[in-house]
């Protein structure tokens, strides 16, 4: 099993940045990838960003290209997610996955989840 936790979340105004950070714990060496999602309210939870933890491959949900960074460090078994340039449509809940064996835009395929982390960005 891996545990996710999730932190860094809160309220910022518009064009402000927020970096949110997830630390796993437990069975981290069979983690293949780590990915982050978020979710608003009365939607579907949507991509954010995905990073693989050997190799660094990141990718991006158009809607955070250019203005979020996901980085990791292993040492630490933390993946993190710069946002800047935030949007009140950015406002969610974000969520750390995990997964051991791929890459993938769709939340159906990370087996492990964190909590959740409340962004709200004020117009």
């Known amino acids: 099993q891996v545990q996710l936790v999730e932190s860094g979340g809160g309220l910022v105004q518009a064009g402000g940045s927020l970096r949110l950070s997830c630390a796993a714990s437990?069975?981290?060496?069979?983690?293949?990838?780590m990915a982050w999602f978020r979710q608003a309210p009365g939607k579907e939870r949507e991509f954010v960003s995905f990073?693989?933890?050997?190799?660094?491959?990141?990718y991006y949900a158009d809607s955070a290209k250019g203005r979020f960074t996901i980085s990791r460090d292993n040492a630490k078994n933390t993946v993190y997610l710069q946002m800047n340039s935030l949007k009140p449509e950015d406002t969610a809940v974000y969520y750390c996955?995990?997964?051991?064996?791929?890459?993938?835009?769709?939340?159906?395929?990370?087996?492990?989840w964190g909590q959740g982390t409340q962004v709200t960005v004020s117009s």
């Open positions: 996955a995990a997964d051991g064996l791929r890459v993938s835009t769709s939340a159906n395929y990370y087996d492990y």
């Open positions: 437990g069975r981290t060496f069979s983690v293949y990838a």
């Open positions: 990073i693989t933890k050997t190799d660094g491959r990141t």
